[in-house]
């Protein structure tokens, strides 16, 4: 199965989760989604990387991002280890984990989305099957893949970073503009490439020409 790419639909899937039954392009609806997948259940990384997700709901949520945990173990290990999540919480104390966690005990999903750790020999259980690395997908409500990442299994995620990436993306959906280097919401933005001189003079009447392919705009976002 080839990888999947930025631009492609995210492959839809039926699958048993914390939450109950989804499909998953219903599950997403009109909504942007980041699903994100785990090696195993009750491990140290992964847990505190749940505890921040679940800090973090209220800043997904009022994007408009709904999230979706995946990890290779069935309903009954995830509903216990919800239980320690929500105990250790992390640096803030205990949380609560509201969002589904996906049962994906025979990896169909993981094969699917081509989250299977093939190159590392010792990442598997006990029948030999290959654990999940850590993938991010973020996916529109068009159901587009916009992006992906794929973490070692030693490093926990950067949910700053995933956030940050679905404000600029949401951005440029909606302004025609794309983000520089290290930008953080508030930052001044690019003037789209195809955007001409004329129009950024009636849509960004403040933009400053840097270079004659280089522009930048303050943009005023809530």
Request: with cysteine; aromatic share 8%.
């Amino acid at each position: 199965m080839p990888s999947l790419r930025l631009g492609n639909i995210a492959p839809d899937f039926e699958a048993e989760t914390t939450a109950g039954p989804i499909k998953f392009h219903e599950w997403i609806g009109n909504s942007w989604a980041v699903l994100f997948s785990h090696p195993d259940d009750f491990t140290p990384v992964c847990t505190t990387e749940l505890g921040e997700v679940a800090r973090r709901a209220p800043d997904f949520e009022k994007r408009g991002v709904k999230i979706i945990g995946l990890s290779a173990n069935g309903l009954e290990s995830h509903n216990k280890w919800v239980q320690d999540i929500n105990s250790y919480g992390g640096k803030v104390g205990p949380t609560d984990v509201q969002f589904p966690i996906i049962a994906d005990a025979d990896r169909k999903v993981a094969t699917l989305y081509d989250m299977l750790d093939e190159q590392d020999a010792t990442n598997r259980d006990a029948k030999g099957i290959p654990f999940t690395v850590r993938t991010v997908f973020i996916v529109d409500p068009k159901k587009t893949i916009r992006l992906t990442l794929a973490y070692p299994a030693s490093t926990g995620r950067n949910f700053d970073e995933i956030i940050r990436v679905i404000d600029s993306l949401q951005i440029g959906d909606k302004h025609r503009v794309t983000t520089p280097v290290n930008w953080k919401k508030g930052d001044d933005v690019i003037v789209h490439p195809s955007v001409s001189n004329d129009e950024a003079k009636t849509l960004f009447p403040e933009f400053t020409q840097h270079l004659p392919y280089l522009r930048t705009t303050p943009l005023k976002v809530e």
